[in-house]
């Protein structure tokens, strides 16, 4: 395998016999490249021989960190997704491995096969929410975990620098009907005994070949809403978290008198909740219902949550009188995995979406219909109340859309770093008439005001964007003034950030 570049021009003898790989694909825990679409202008940052050069470099790293190579694949529902799989296998296969190919798949259930397998390594192709065009792989080597910053670097290194380790035995293995025994897994145990409307919202992804059937199998009566699997994503991106997706939900929780809506973004490993009155309900604040439930369950357990979540987990007097520690930790799957594994926690909750259930919930990864099961359950064990009703039990906070400016991977950290330096001056001094008492640098910059307010700033892992969110506890509008007279007038003094995708 030739050494990659970075330089390859489509529609060239160059691209059709070297291998292209973008050094920017290479993120703090998965990868994720623009693959293309025709018509498209930009140009490509990855190859078919550069996932064959990636496949090649897992391989030779699975062997470094002295696992069993034996590997679980699988494929999201994109047009570009299983010639891509295909020629990560064949790196796989030239590196040694045993793969196991799941086929069609989401990302929780290649993490649940590593089990049913007894699979080491996962390697599952995806670009998750991302738009048609992106292209990635999420993958681990000591399962329920993934790759993080160490792993992930050290693959850059391997496959960048050509560090090619070929070995002999390796092999591909189709597995059948694993979608079938994943979703009686998901389902297993769960037996609604109260009558419960849901919409399944999938997005055209690929959630919608195996949300209804799981939901379904837990009792409840299913209404889909864009299920149907097609890869042009016709309406928009399968993203619980973007305003479009959570407004048609809210529309459809309506028009059916539904008691919740249930949101899967392009993978399934995350969930998006509105409820019974179409009010969307994010997911750092469904992550306080269900660690409210939870904790009554399992009393003394404790909660993981990432730096973009309500701070109302640090008030709640309910988690309070269960003992429920909560803590704070950095934004993303990788992070919240390890985290709540190393702290034992019960669960682990992203503002993002993803939901971490460890035993006896669940096994440890991230899995949207695992997450959907415990919101059904918290709704069985509690009869008398809507899902609205259990939204309002919350302390009140006016909490921002997450929103993503524009930055390039090449600048984006640079920028946070000028911030979290800016926020760290400001420590002590007043913010929109509030003195700042606390700068979180755990992942960019979470600056928290002396009334619990908050504003946070940081790099995306796996676009070339900034995150910001703002928390008001004062009213909707100063949560608006949060951003529009804070953060972005501040983020908007650096030339390298550019439009934001969505505002409040």
Same mark, same amino acid.
């Given at each position: 395998?030739? *050494?990659?570049?970075?330089?390859?021009?489509?529609?060239?003898?160059?691209?059709?016999?070297?291998?292209?790989?973008?050094?920017?694909?290479?993120?703090?825990?998965?990868?994720?490249?623009?693959?293309?679409?025709?018509?498209?202008?930009?140009?490509?940052?990855?190859?078919?021989?550069? $996932?064959?050069?990636?496949?090649?470099?897992? @391989?030779?790293?699975?062997?470094?960190?002295?696992?069993?190579?034996?590997?679980?694949?699988?494929?999201?529902?994109? !047009?570009?997704?299983?010639?891509?799989?295909?020629?990560?296998?064949?790196?796989?296969?030239?590196?040694?491995?045993?793969?196991?190919?799941?086929?069609?798949?989401?990302?929780?259930?290649?993490?649940?096969?590593?089990?049913?397998?007894?699979?080491?390594?996962? =390697? +599952?192709?995806?670009?998750?929410?991302?738009?048609?065009?992106?292209?990635?792989?999420?993958?681990?080597?000591?399962?329920?975990?993934?790759?993080?910053?160490?792993?992930?670097?050290? #693959?850059?290194?391997?496959?960048?620098?050509?560090?090619?380790?070929?070995?002999?035995? /390796?092999?591909?293995?189709?597995?059948?009907?694993?979608?079938?025994?994943?979703?009686?897994?998901?389902?297993?145990?769960?037996?609604?005994?109260?009558?419960?409307?849901?919409? =399944?919202?999938? /997005?055209?992804?690929?959630?919608?070949?195996?949300?209804?059937? =799981?939901?379904?199998?837990?009792?409840?009566?299913?209404?889909?809403?864009?299920?149907?699997?097609?890869?042009?994503?016709?309406?928009?991106?399968?993203?619980?978290?973007?305003?479009?997706?959570?407004? $048609?939900?809210?529309? @459809?929780?309506?028009?059916?008198?539904?008691?919740?809506?249930?949101?899967?973004?392009?993978?399934?490993?995350?969930?998006?909740?509105?409820?019974?009155?179409?009010?969307?309900?994010?997911?750092?604040?469904?992550?306080? +219902? #269900? $660690?409210?439930?939870?904790? &009554?369950?399992?009393?003394? &357990? !404790?909660?993981?949550?990432?730096?973009?979540?309500? /701070?109302?987990?640090?008030?709640?007097?309910?988690?309070?009188?269960?003992?429920?520690?909560?803590?704070?930790?950095?934004?993303?799957?990788?992070?919240? *995995?390890? &985290?709540?594994?190393?702290?034992?926690?019960?669960?682990?909750?992203?503002?993002?979406?993803?939901?971490?259930?460890?035993?006896?919930? /669940?096994?440890?990864?991230?899995?949207?219909?695992?997450?959907?099961? $415990?919101?059904?359950? +918290?709704?069985? &064990?509690?009869?008398? *109340?809507?899902?609205?009703?259990?939204?309002?039990?919350?302390?009140?906070?006016?909490?921002? #859309?997450?929103?993503?400016?524009?930055?390039?991977?090449?600048?984006?950290?640079?920028?946070?770093?000028? +911030?979290?330096?800016?926020?760290?001056?400001?420590?002590? !001094?007043?913010?929109?008439?509030?003195?700042?008492?606390?700068?979180?640098?755990?992942?960019?910059?979470?600056?928290?005001?002396?009334?619990?307010?908050?504003?946070?700033?940081?790099?995306?892992?796996?676009?070339?964007?900034?995150?910001?969110?703002?928390?008001?506890?004062?009213? @909707?509008?100063?949560?608006?003034?949060?951003?529009?007279?804070?953060? *972005?007038?501040?983020?908007?003094?650096?030339?390298?950030?550019?439009?934001?995708?969505?505002?409040?």
């Amino acid at each position: 395998m030739p *050494k990659p570049r970075a330089d390859i021009a489509p529609n060239t003898i160059e691209f059709e016999t070297l291998p292209l790989v973008k050094p920017t694909g290479f993120r703090e825990y998965d990868a994720r490249w623009w693959f293309g679409i025709p018509g498209s202008d930009k140009a490509p940052e990855l190859n078919l021989l550069g $996932a064959e050069a990636l496949g090649l470099g897992m @391989a030779t790293l699975f062997h470094e960190l002295g696992v069993t190579p034996k590997v679980v694949t699988g494929h999201d529902f994109r !047009s570009i997704s299983l010639p891509i799989k295909n020629a990560l296998k064949l790196g796989l296969v030239a590196g040694g491995c045993e793969v196991l190919d799941v086929g069609l798949a989401l990302s929780p259930m290649v993490y649940w096969a590593q089990f049913e397998l007894d699979a080491d390594c996962c =390697a +599952m192709v995806t670009a998750s929410h991302n738009e048609n065009g992106w292209t990635g792989v999420k993958m681990g080597a000591n399962k329920p975990l993934t790759f993080g910053p160490d792993e992930m670097g050290r #693959l850059k290194e391997i496959v960048l620098n050509g560090e090619f380790q070929p070995r002999a035995g /390796g092999g591909a293995f189709r597995v059948d009907d694993l979608r079938e025994k994943y979703i009686a897994s998901v389902s297993e145990g769960i037996s609604l005994k109260r009558k419960i409307k849901v919409v =399944a919202a999938c /997005g055209n992804g690929t959630a919608g070949a195996f949300a209804p059937e =799981a939901l379904r199998a837990m009792g409840a009566e299913v209404i889909e809403m864009d299920c149907d699997l097609d890869n042009t994503f016709p309406k928009y991106n399968p993203n619980p978290e973007d305003s479009e997706m959570l407004h $048609a939900m809210a529309k @459809a929780v309506k028009e059916h008198g539904a008691d919740v809506a249930l949101g899967f973004d392009g993978d399934g490993d995350r969930c998006g909740v509105v409820d019974n009155t179409g009010e969307e309900i994010f997911a750092d604040k469904i992550g306080l +219902m #269900l $660690a409210r439930d939870l904790s &009554r369950v399992h009393p003394g &357990r !404790s909660f993981v949550v990432d730096v973009k979540s309500t /701070g109302l987990y640090k008030t709640d007097p309910v988690l309070k009188e269960n003992g429920a520690a909560v803590d704070y930790f950095k934004t993303g799957h990788s992070y919240i *995995k390890r &985290r709540t594994t190393e702290l034992d926690a019960l669960a682990g909750f992203e503002k993002s979406g993803h939901f971490f259930f460890r035993p006896p919930i /669940g096994l440890g990864y991230d899995d949207g219909i695992v997450a959907a099961g $415990a919101v059904l359950q +918290m709704l069985d &064990r509690n009869p008398d *109340k809507t899902m609205a009703d259990l939204r309002e039990e919350l302390g009140v906070a006016y909490t921002s #859309l997450t929103m993503s400016p524009h930055c390039d991977d090449e600048l984006k950290y640079g920028v946070i770093d000028k +911030m979290v330096e800016e926020y760290q001056g400001l420590e002590g !001094s007043e913010i929109l008439g509030r003195k700042v008492t606390e700068v979180n640098t755990v992942n960019g910059a979470r600056v928290t005001l002396d009334d619990g307010s908050w504003v946070l700033v940081r790099a995306s892992s796996n676009k070339p964007e900034l995150v910001v969110v703002v928390e008001s506890l004062q009213s @909707a509008d100063d949560m608006r003034d949060l951003f529009h007279k804070e953060v *972005k007038p501040r983020l908007g003094k650096h030339s390298e950030v550019g439009a934001y995708n969505q505002e409040i």
